[in-house]
């Protein structure tokens, strides 16, 4: 990544991963991914976090998503890989490979099985960083790796040249707030928020962007909301969050699996015709029952009018599966 | 395994993984510790699980110590491997080498990654059973893997043939004694607890035995006291279990790593001269002062006289790092 | 509390707090419930803790309750009254008051609604110790007060006279073992064991006993596991226990409220005649096919039988609420 | 409470309890920093929340509270009391005793012992609110209380007429954003948030302002912060942040208590003279060297000398203690 671009600014959808099969990447759907969030404005790319289910996914396919996903993208826009794995050693692989794919920075949470002290943890990505190939983002994802990059770890580690930003999804904005409050330390630090539901506030109360998941669904609605935080028209940004709310609502909350985000996000794509809406193990696509609420929500919020206005999906959108 | 060994019982300890180096198993060291626990009497070996710092280790490596610690019990006692992953196509691939290498069983915890429904749980086992070519128990750890395998899924999983038993890890003694209520449900069901400081309660209340991590320091303590419990021998039981509160409160709690246990039974084993003391990143070893109280808790706690006693150690009981 | 009652030992129930409407006390059904337990053989009355509801009823309430209580125990038994409060000045009130009526000890958790400190804690403890009329036990009971009494905390305290057992409700068997070890620092410290379930091995393990729930309804049965227990009858023991885990599963887990327990244990003693089944706002009571769930459960375990044989209940055996 | 005044808006401040001794109340410093708030510009005053310490004072010390704050008040802004108590016959005396004072709503957390399911905190809130002779917001605070009033509970009760609003305390974004929805549903419904971090962007998003704990100390500094906000001036909302940010970490981050926002507070107005310092058990002041910290802390924010600009502690600023 050249200086140019940074630091990252915007919505940098978190691609799911289209499967076939268990372990079986859903190519061409792939490539209709890549291409409708990078036509409906997105920033950035980043490829196998969480709503790309990496950890759920052998290492070889890690690598053949790193490989196929970079492919498409074609340097349109900055692509980030995440790396994070309980051992270092893999990360580093993951890491060199994603270089040698042509991606432009690396994406880190902590390690997710053993609890540990922070000051061991900045000793790790000490450790790591010093063989990292490219620059890195760090990911705070406590509700899943159990371990927080607490402030005073953030701070300490700004000191490290590869170091450019982090993703935050704790959704614990007293927390954001000290990150933002860290960007006057350093030129160029990002500081990107998971949660789509809190992005256009944390854009207005100085925060890089978004890390958004309904991106990949619906990029240009995220791409308005974020330019309307930025050129501060609170009314606009009232009217987006709204809808923003309401997708996330309609879409993520239906039945209970604390997954229920992702299996909404990818049975709502399915319905777009994009790609495949399976999901890898351990989770589950949801009940036939609860995808045809997902569709008739899709309905109410007009998104496969709005979707087919914008040309994108147009070849192939699925018929409702019970038809 | 043949059944004339099932239900597996006794003290079966989670071997530590002696390591060199990043990645890189100390091989004589892992043969001195596999003959020092057999030759202590214990009743079978459980390999890379959370002592054994499976998850932090490369795929590589794992596979490198199953071959190496197999072939160094030689079936003198049950080989146990830990199979965990949040891949479900890694965890297969490790269990059919597990076999290859001629392993009796496999051992099971929930994905560590994403938080999951018991209905996507038992979804996930199911299938994992089917295509496991070996026994397998389940291994309860929430306070790693965030998700407990709760007693009706258990209960609902017992029909799985290869399912014969359950490691629970989780302290919780309200859970242990519903899983020793289970075990009236089928032949040859085994329930091990995971805390060694649990372990002579739960035999008396009918449970099999424990995987206690102190056995791979001291093995004949905890396989006495596993005998005195199911002798009904209360006084042994009561003087012993003071030995195993003693041990665990002079070894583990020193400094206040959430991984305490680890870094102690690691740093003990270095100053018994059976192997090297390293963790495996994440997880760090403790600073040399904290070293040095290990060593004297060790002497106060007679575990060197101990161990010349039974001549195990003998050859090389490393000097005091100090001297 | 005369020295030769200590240490306290054995069964002492926590006693339910009978009601006829919103603070008002079901004066006769207390009565009743007091000579049940008395009868049925228990070792001390525990009243006004949390089966006891007491944070829910007002201050004159419980007042009124330790009157009635004291007057009808007649000192046949010791008691103990719970004093928690989140106000000091209010606790000691309570003590002064419990003593005033002839209770032999007061019971102290830890003030409920601010989280705090370890030596915050020690010193609350202290202040309230030197103004308390009579010996004190700590009650640890973190699901529902948040803050633990730590081990380190309670040895600092034991310094104490006053100070004469703990009674820990964590259901945290690796907490409780270290209270065991803590007795073998000064005579008369008596360790007691909320869960009923745990009772039996707590006590093998050299604990002294259970502030046992189900003891308000079947106290025979837990008196007699306890000896069980006490006379390292083993056989007895997982007989009789696995009848405690089949009340505790039948009665405290129909329906899924987190105060199950309660719920069950009123709704089985209003089907036995005892007394009234009201529960205190914020509780209510379960929806009237729960209870018949209830009632068939209570028939299943021969409860109903069991206290026609001990003549306890025989006045007013209370019909099937649809008969 | 006239409707005129509906919905609440801006600035209330969680009024700290200010003490002479355990139970004592400093009336003097009541009256002054009664005062010190109402001139600084704020638009309500909330006394006897988590702030005022009301769990830990007798409830006779409470309505002695209620009593000297309404006096001082004297209608110059709404005030509103937290009636909040384990039991509900205490809770109901206490509005009824706050109306008589002349308070214009009560604010109710949930019950904070037992653990409770959200069908029986809805019927609780709907019997509560059937006796309560005054308007009443509910008080999210699950920190503290354990239980959390959700979107579905807070949505249902909205039927009810007395209630007008909800402080939310519970830090979560996600949360916040959808009581801002609900907001559509009613007319004149109140959504303040509690920490102070986060009023800034909560009032950009829509709500409608704070009970911001550091308007105790420093009520223009938060009226102004509100006051931008609600003009979308979001320059000087990024300055004030910034100076709201500095203040929280300069005084309620100086040692480790989990309290130590309470803590801050209080040994800074201590400093300004305004009232003691003195916390109520089970929670103490901090040691003399941090008190000292907070001193050079409160030099380097300037708070004394905006505090001698504004003429309000003219008569009074303490000496340094150590001076």
Redesign the interface.
């Known amino acids: 990544m050249t200086d140019t671009v940074l630091p990252l600014k915007g919505i940098i959808p978190p691609l799911v991963t289209p499967l076939l099969g268990?372990?079986e990447i859903d190519v061409d759907g792939t490539r209709r991914l890549v291409d409708h969030v990078i036509e409906g404005g997105v920033h950035g790319l980043f490829i196998l976090g969480?709503s790309g289910?990496a950890?759920?996914?052998?290492?070889k396919?890690q690598q053949e998503f790193i490989q196929i996903a970079c492919e498409q993208i074609q340097g349109r826009v900055p692509v980030l890989v995440g790396i994070t794995d309980?051992?270092?050693?893999?990360s580093i692989e993951f890491a060199k490979f994603s270089q040698s794919c042509g991606a432009d920075a690396v994406v880190l949470a902590?390690?997710?099985?053993?609890?540990?002290?922070q000051q061991?943890?900045k000793?790790?990505i000490e450790?790591m960083a010093a063989e990292l190939p490219l620059p890195f983002l760090l990911y705070n994802m406590p509700?899943?790796?159990?371990v927080s990059y607490e402030i005073g770890t953030i701070e300490s580690l700004m000191k490290l040249e590869k170091f450019i930003g982090v993703k935050d999804s704790s959704?614990?904005?007293?927390y954001y707030?000290?990150l933002i409050?860290l960007k006057s330390e350093r030129e160029n630090f990002t500081v990107l928020v998971g949660?789509e539901?809190?992005m256009?506030?944390s854009v207005?109360?100085?925060g890089d962007g978004g890390i958004s998941g309904g991106a990949n669904l619906a990029p240009s609605l995220y791409v308005s909301l974020y330019e309307a935080a930025v050129t501060?028209d609170?009314r606009e940004?009232?009217r987006l969050?709204?809808q923003v709310?309401r997708l996330s609502k309609s879409l993520y909350e239906v039945g209970?699996?604390?997954?229920g985000y992702l299996a909404g996000i990818k049975t709502a794509l399915g319905f777009t015709g994009l790609c495949s809406d399976r999901l890898c193990?351990?989770?589950?696509e949801m009940p036939e029952e609860r995808k045809q609420v997902i569709h008739q929500h899709m309905s109410d919020l007009g998104l496969f009018e709005s979707m087919r206005t914008e040309g994108i999906a147009s070849q192939g959108i699925k018929k409702k599966s019970n038809s």
Chains 1, 2, 3, 4 share one sequence.
């Open positions: 268990r372990d969480t289910e950890p759920s996914l052998s290492h396919t309980t051992s270092m050693t893999e902590t390690p997710y099985y053993f609890p540990m002290h061991d943890l000793r790790y450790e509700s899943h790796t159990k959704a614990d904005m007293l707030n000290k409050e949660p539901e809190l256009a506030q207005l109360m100085g501060e609170l940004v009232h969050q709204h709310l209970a699996a604390p997954t193990e351990p989770l589950y």
